[in-house]
């Protein structure tokens, strides 16, 4: 991803993405803390949550895969695909086409897991939101649609490699 160019328009671009950046950075901070807040209890880490999150998704991913998605060194997933298999929420087998592959889904344990904090994170949303004035509400709603629009957008450019970089 490239900074933008230089100029009035592309200073004011540039601020506005800044402003965006950090507000989605504290909203992520925010929502952790409230899910911790609200379930106190919830024993795995936000880091294992979201790659189990992944896996419920797109069961028989593959650790390879899960690492180029959630852009994590593969021995980061290594250890949380352990941690998370060690607690009965991720299987392991063998690829039918690959004997030396392995293929994670996540089990009903690990579903459960992942609709749980879900519905963790849309309660503390609910409950933040209707703290907030009627116009405000209406506005974060109508931004869904370009918020989802933006997330697709910042993963097609997190999928595609730079130009100076060796797609091997």
Not at 24 to 43: E, H, K, M, T
Request: overall charge positive; cysteine-free.
């Amino acid at each position: 991803m490239t900074a933008p160019a230089s100029g009035g328009a592309a200073r004011g671009a540039g601020a506005r993405a800044d402003g965006l950046a950090g507000g989605v950075a504290r909203l992520r901070r925010a929502l952790r803390r409230g899910a911790r807040v609200a379930s106190p209890g919830n024993p795995l880490a936000v880091a294992q949550l979201e790659l189990l999150s992944v896996v419920a998704e797109h069961p028989g991913t593959r650790p390879g895969q899960l690492a180029r998605l959630l852009h994590m060194r593969p021995n980061t997933v290594t250890t949380i695909v352990n941690a998370l298999t060690a607690r009965g929420m991720i299987t392991r087998a063998t690829a039918d086409e690959d004997g030396r592959a392995i293929e994670l889904t996540a089990t009903d344990a690990g579903q459960q897991a992942v609709h749980a904090w879900q519905a963790t994170n849309a309660a503390v949303l609910h409950l933040a939101l209707s703290t907030l004035p009627e116009p405000q509400q209406r506005a974060l709603t109508a931004a869904v649609p370009a918020i989802d629009a933006l997330a697709r957008a910042i993963d097609r450019l997190a999928d595609t490699p730079p130009a100076d970089q060796d797609p091997r």
